[in-house]
């Protein structure tokens, strides 16, 4: 089966949680601390999916940085669930794209990695693109904002990006990347329970819980096994396929949720509600397109 269908398949599988992602926090759930907490402890479902390939220990120095890299995802998860409570679901994942020029300077910053005249030219056409993703029209004045989640999320990528320089150093030393998906699947869990140990939080749970039903927990379930089966699709893609052109592929996710967000806004608006009128669609796509067009001049050697 060709690399092609594991990595679309991966990129279509997050895109439902990401649309999930906004349904539960508009409407079913409240306080970003639970949901966030709750949403990483059920990952646990999903474990038995890597113990067919078992958990290999690497030294302590190893796991630290395992356990680093799970902490700024855990940390960069919790940001993006604020900007995905305050903003439409289309704009938040257009603004995931932000992830490689966050990687781009912190690798300069920490690696020293050098940039080249085309990384230069795809850093500013993907933070073009992210202006355009966060802008607003208003509807009254006809005046131009900063989305809601902007901000959210460029501390979100930025964190995610630093877990990267982090898995992609512990790769190059040759850890196999599934191992450290195994690693960080079951250290997640546990990072949302250590939340327990404050008083706020217990206090917080205590008052958020009864929105949990056991329909919210199958659908948080549902979610993770999504998620989880994506990364063993993008980990079969990885193994197959050339890293560049499935890099390419990012932006298939961002055309995904844009498209179930409009069809879903159009069919189902008590689900999923955007903005349709004709000036905010407009920003929406062109910075759609400046944001696949930044991740494709980012891949080309």
């Not at 059920?42 to 190893?62: K, Q, T």
């Not at 949720?257 to 409009?262: D, E, M, S, W, Y």
Request: proline residues 2%; aromatic residues 14%.
């Amino acid at each position: 089966m060709s690399w092609i269908f594991y990595a679309l398949g991966a990129r279509f599988l997050w895109a439902w949680t990401n649309i999930g992602d906004k349904f539960l926090l508009t409407n079913k759930v409240k306080d970003p601390y639970v949901y966030l907490a709750i949403s990483f402890f059920v990952d646990i479902v999903a474990i038995p999916l890597w113990l067919f390939f078992g958990l290999h220990w690497y030294g302590w120095s190893v796991l630290f940085l395992m356990l680093l890299d799970a902490v700024l995802f855990f940390s960069g998860g919790f940001f993006y669930i604020l900007s995905a409570q305050r903003e439409e679901i289309s704009r938040v994942n257009l603004l995931w794209n932000l992830s490689p020029l966050q990687g781009l300077w912190l690798s300069w910053l920490i690696l020293g990695e050098t940039l080249q005249t085309v990384q230069l030219l795809a850093l500013a056409i993907l933070l073009t693109g992210s202006i355009f993703a966060g802008l607003h029209l208003g509807s009254k004045n006809g005046n131009f904002k900063l989305s809601k989640g902007f901000w959210f999320m460029i501390v979100s990528t930025l964190l995610f990006a630093g877990g990267d320089i982090i898995t992609h150093h512990l790769v190059v030393s040759g850890i196999p990347a599934l191992q450290l998906a195994g690693y960080q699947l079951c250290l997640l869990p546990i990072l949302s329970l250590t939340m327990c140990l404050f008083k706020g939080f217990r206090q917080r749970l205590s008052i958020e819980k009864k929105n949990y039903s056991i329909k919210v927990i199958m659908f948080l379930i549902g979610m993770a096994l999504f998620s989880r089966i994506g990364v063993l699709f993008n980990m079969k893609a990885l193994g197959m396929g050339h890293i560049s052109l499935i890099n390419v592929l990012e932006g298939a996710q961002t055309i995904m949720v844009f498209v179930l967000a409009i069809l879903l806004t159009f069919f189902a608006p008590k689900y999923i509600k955007e903005e349709w009128d004709k000036k905010n669609l407009l920003l929406k796509l062109v910075a759609l397109i400046l944001m696949v067009v930044g991740i494709v001049v980012l891949n080309v050697k």
